[in-house]
């Protein structure tokens, strides 16, 4: 009997809950399946976390492989390869998905190496071609998306980069609950403690209201305005590089390439002139609305609705406006 080939997404957690780049690779594995027609698994590395797994299985997969162990109650690159790469050794699935996050970049390649598979990361697409794999990547920093087609290949592991596909959500479908108890090297390095990084302000990816100033605002008097705004339609104050680097904003509010990554689903972009970096950060937005002056802005390209205007005058009538209301 042929075994069915699966789609392996490797799910990320943290305080014994889910990371929503799991969701949203999930997402992206159901839609590769439904096109191709394997199975779509999730391989949950961990200890003392039954209940995040009962959860994860109402996400719409056909199975879960729970690789229970002590060493794996915390992140540990060593224990992590081992257990992932007996797993895919045993069920040999066509495609791994790995979230290109921190722990996913230290991991992904130690568990290609071992197994001698192709490894693709930071990917923003991928599709399954008659010949093997072909996955999408950004380079010059974000201004050209480029196709490259892996060679062929028995099995597949890719990072995907997070924030770009919608999440995956609950279905009245339970998935099967594998439980399996991997067998582990002597790791190189050892869990000492977890230290929570000092929270001096709010999480900016965590909001679904954006309002985000740029230098377009001129001077840092007037981001008072923008922040009057932000506060009339309940949404949090962003900001483009330039504000954070001029101190005029801490860095937690940065959005872009070399600040947070959003997609609240209403992005307001005030001032801001719209540069590759930025948009990285903001593009998946569900609702996008430009203010910027200069009609020729590269934010207008990806605006749902661009308003070419002075801020000065449009920012004062939507408070005026939301007031009223």
Same mark, same amino acid.
């Given at each position: 009997?042929? &075994?069915? %080939? ?9 305080? $014994? ?18 096109? =191709? ?18 959860? @994860? ?9 729970? +690789?229970?162990? %002590? ?11 081992? @257990?992932?790469?007996?797993? /895919? ?5 066509? +495609? ?21 598979? *192709?490894? @693709? ?12 794999? $072909? ?15 892996? $060679? ?6 890719? !990072?995907?980069? *997070? !924030?770009?596909? %919608?999440?995956?959500?609950? !279905? ?8 399996? #108890?991997?067998?582990?090297?002597? *790791?190189?390095? &050892? ?12 999480? /900016? ?11 377009? /605002? ?19 104050? @962003? =900001?483009?590089? *330039? ?8 860095? #937690? %509010? ?11 689903? +209403? ?22 609305? =430009? ?5 020729? =802005? ?12 002075? +801020? ?12 009223? $209301?």
């Amino acid at each position: 009997m042929v &075994r069915e %080939r699966e789609i392996l997404v490797v799910a990320e957690h943290r305080g $014994k809950e889910l990371r929503e780049v799991t969701l949203e690779m999930l997402r992206k594995a159901k839609q590769l399946s439904g096109q =191709a027609g394997y199975r779509v698994s999730l391989a949950i590395l961990g200890y003392g976390i039954s209940d995040l797994v009962e959860e @994860a299985s109402w996400f719409g997969m056909d199975k879960v492989y729970y +690789l229970k162990h %002590r060493e794996l109650e915390h992140y540990c690159l060593d224990c992590y390869k081992d @257990a992932l790469k007996g797993l /895919i050794e045993e069920e040999n699935p066509l +495609l791994v998905l790995i979230g290109h996050t921190a722990t996913g970049m230290d991991f992904a390649p130690s568990v290609a190496m071992s197994l001698n598979l *192709p490894l @693709a990361t930071d990917c923003i697409d991928l599709e399954l071609i008659d010949s093997g794999l $072909k996955v999408t990547r950004q380079v010059y920093g974000g201004k050209v998306n480029v196709e490259l087609q892996v $060679k062929p290949h028995k099995s597949y592991i890719v !990072t995907l980069r *997070p !924030t770009v596909f %919608r999440p995956a959500e609950k !279905t009245e479908r339970k998935a099967q609950i594998v439980e399996i #108890t991997p067998r582990l090297g002597r *790791p190189r390095t &050892r869990f000492v403690r977890y230290v929570k990084p000092e929270i001096a302000d709010i999480d /900016i990816s965590q909001a679904e209201l954006i309002v985000s100033v740029g230098r377009g /605002i001129g001077e840092r008097e007037n981001i008072k305005l923008v922040e009057e705004l932000a506060e009339a339609i309940g949404g949090v104050l @962003a =900001a483009s590089r *330039p504000i954070v680097d001029s101190g005029w904003l801490p860095k #937690t %509010r940065q959005v872009g390439q070399s600040g947070k990554t959003v997609k609240p689903k +209403l992005y307001l972009a005030i001032g801001i002139s719209g540069s590759t970096q930025h948009v990285m950060g903001m593009k998946n937005s569900e609702f996008i609305v =430009a203010i910027n002056k200069d009609r020729n =802005a590269p934010i207008f390209d990806i605006a749902d609705v661009g308003i070419v205007s002075d +801020l000065f005058e449009v920012v004062p009538a939507l408070i005026e406006l939301l007031k009223e $209301k």
